[in-house]
């Protein structure tokens, strides 16, 4: 077909053809469905982001406490419990002033810093503390924060059970260890045996204590006769005390706590404890046996008293009574037989932790076996000379698992005696992990959605 045939011919086919008339606002009718599909797809990436920053932020950050001005040595005003979960430890104890000292249910002891507030959990060599290290455990750890901050202390022993015949190794294995926060530095204190003493087993510390001026140690513990994977047995009770930048420690015996009253004599679950002055002046009580370097004499109770704390201000020895009864206030009694001064405090079983001087003094309450029935607290008591008798003013909330509390004293005035911290940013549980990681894919799967729905709409 030439080309003047074919023109003809289209010509022709054009002529017969239907008229197509497009409506004159198709093009716009077309740029408005696809401004909308735009506009849907990005308000629908909108509302997932927003969605995923509503329930993955909270999990992010955790509340915090705003600190208000410049960074400054200081005991906060709430000690945190440690999350179960959290068990990394630090080595290098070199972590500057500590603000307050604890070990957790877990058995891991904790400093929390006097200038950040931040909580270091610490790897200290042969601290017997913990429920799953050995069939030893003990209500209150032997761990104490020096007075101003700058030196920690613990007993400590060899953790494996003892064999008969290595018994004469006994003199390497126990004794206390002080590190200096500021250096790192840790100084061992070993605790001097005879031949007789080491036939008796291994020494376990199981309480230590500063004097107030955070020069002198007391420490009190008992001899382990057997252990076992099992089971263990112990005899004797001891203590003794370290003078200042010392490695070494003698010993005294003292008999068996028993509480002897007119009416009965007690045994079981009665106080032993031990304190040390700042002359160097060790003080024990064994039951309600009150034991010196130059003598010792029973302290009058009734049946439902027992005593909690022993500690010295000056030449004068004092001691922190509670009735088992729980029908009396606390009272605190100059030794030997001075009055009791009620402390009007609402701590039913609380421990002296701390002199402030001028009569004020730290008081600690922890929890009661969980009941919940008295929140654990940190409270300054302060004598009234003019009523004889003592107030009480609450200065730390404590949680429940924070135990064997002590405070850095030297940093606690009792005008204004504590600072505001941050809660602690705990590392993340696995929980917390498989709900972000949850959370995320979820988002992922939404703005697909989106992403789908926008595509369809589109090609309309």
């Known amino acids: ?101 604890f070990v957790t249910e877990t058995g891991i002891p904790v400093v929390v810093s006097a200038m950040t507030g931040e909580y270091h959990l610490l790897d200290l060599d042969g601290l017997l503390a913990g429920p799953d290290t050995s069939p030893i455990t003990l209500d209150h750890p032997p761990v104490a924060l020096s007075p101003d901050g700058t030196q920690l202390a613990w007993g400590w022993v060899d953790q494996h059970p003892m064999e008969q015949e290595n018994r ?54 008992t001899w382990i006769t057997e252990w076992t994977d099992e089971a263990f047995s112990t005899r004797n009770y001891l203590v003794g005390a370290v003078a200042p ?18 009416q009965e004599t007690t045994a079981g679950d009665v106080p032993f404890l031990v304190a040390v002055s700042n002359d160097g002046g060790l003080s024990a009580i064994s039951g309600n046996l009150w034991w010196r370097n130059s003598g010792q004499e029973r302290i009058v109770l009734s049946s439902t008293q027992r005593i909690t704390t022993l500690w010295s201000e000056g030449d004068r020895w004092f001691a922190l009574l509670y009735s088992t009864g729980g029908d009396e206030v606390a009272m605190v009694r100059e030794l030997p ?60 909330d404590v949680d429940v698992g924070v135990l064997g509390l002590t405070l850095a004293s030297d940093l606690i005035d009792p005008d204004r005696p504590t600072v505001s911290r941050p809660e602690p940013d705990w590392p993340w549980s696995t929980e917390r992990k498989l709900a972000v990681g949850g959370l995320a894919l979820l988002g992922v799967l939404l703005l697909g959605g989106v992403a789908l729905i926008a595509r369809r709409l589109s090609t309309r």
């Open 1 to 101: 077909m030439t080309g003047e045939r074919l023109r003809a011919e289209l010509e022709r086919i054009a002529e017969g053809a239907p008229q197509v008339h497009p409506p004159s606002d198709l093009y716009a009718r077309g740029r408005r469905a696809t401004a909308r599909a735009r506009i849907l797809a990005a308000g629908g990436a909108v509302a997932c982001v927003a969605l995923l920053v509503t329930l993955v932020a909270p999990t992010l950050q955790p509340d915090r406490t705003p600190v208000a001005g410049k960074p400054a040595p200081g005991v906060p005003s709430h000690i945190h419990a440690v999350p179960l979960y959290v068990d990394d430890v630090e080595t290098d104890l070199k972590i500057g002033v500590g603000a307050a000292a």
């Open 168 to 221: 004469e190794r006994t003199l390497d294995v126990s004794g206390i260890r002080i590190a200096d926060l500021e250096t790192g530095e840790v100084r061992a204190v070993r605790v001097e045996h005879d031949s007789s003493s080491v036939q008796l087993g291994r020494l376990l510390v199981n309480q230590v204590s500063w004097s107030p001026d955070g020069r002198w140690l007391a420490w009190g513990g």
């Open 245 to 262: 930048g010392k490695d070494r420690s003698s010993w005294a015996e003292l008999p068996e706590p028993t509480i002897e009253t007119d």
């Open 337 to 396: 037989d001075g009055e009791d001064q009620d402390a009007y405090t609402l701590a039913p079983q609380p421990r002296m932790i701390g002199v402030l001087g001028d009569g004020a003094r730290l008081l600690h309450q922890e929890s009661l076996d969980g009941d919940g029935g008295v929140a654990p607290m940190v409270e300054i008591i302060t004598t009234d000379v003019t009523k004889d008798e003592i107030g009480a003013r609450k200065i730390i």
